[in-house]
């Protein structure tokens, strides 16, 4: 059984920084792909950063230059380090990790979700 679990949400001041973890659990052999989304009340889920297995990142537009998506290997987690953060990054943020084991071939699990509120 796999589990991926986040951690790191909290309140921060505009300008203010903060780091979320996602961390993968279980009995598997690789992590394929890392993904942050994050949902704002009344807006629809947006897909924040991408982490490849051989390293690749991507990022929205509304948080390039921002936010980075570090990795830890040996630890199996994936952080999201948010810097210069406004308001409107308020939201929760998910984190969705694609899987590899023997038994169940690539799977996508996701996170029950952090939340991040930033304050004007």
């Known amino acids: 059984q796999v589990q991926v679990v986040e951690s790191g949400g909290g309140l921060v001041q505009f300008g203010g920084s903060l780091r979320l973890s996602c961390a993968a659990f279980g009995s598997f052999v690789r992590i394929n792909i890392m993904e942050w989304y994050r949902q704002a009340p009344g807006k629809e889920r947006e897909l924040v950063a991408t982490?490849?297995?051989?390293?690749?990142?991507t990022y929205a537009d509304s948080v390039k230059g921002r936010f980075t998506i570090p990795k830890d290997n040996a630890k199996n987690t994936a952080y999201l380090e948010m810097n210069s953060l406004k308001p409107e990054d308020t939201a929760v943020y998910h984190c969705r990790a694609n899987i590899w084991g023997p038994l169940y071939g690539s799977k996508w699990y996701w996170g029950q979700g952090t939340q991040v509120t930033v304050s004007s």
């Open positions: 982490m490849a297995s051989g390293g690749t990142t």
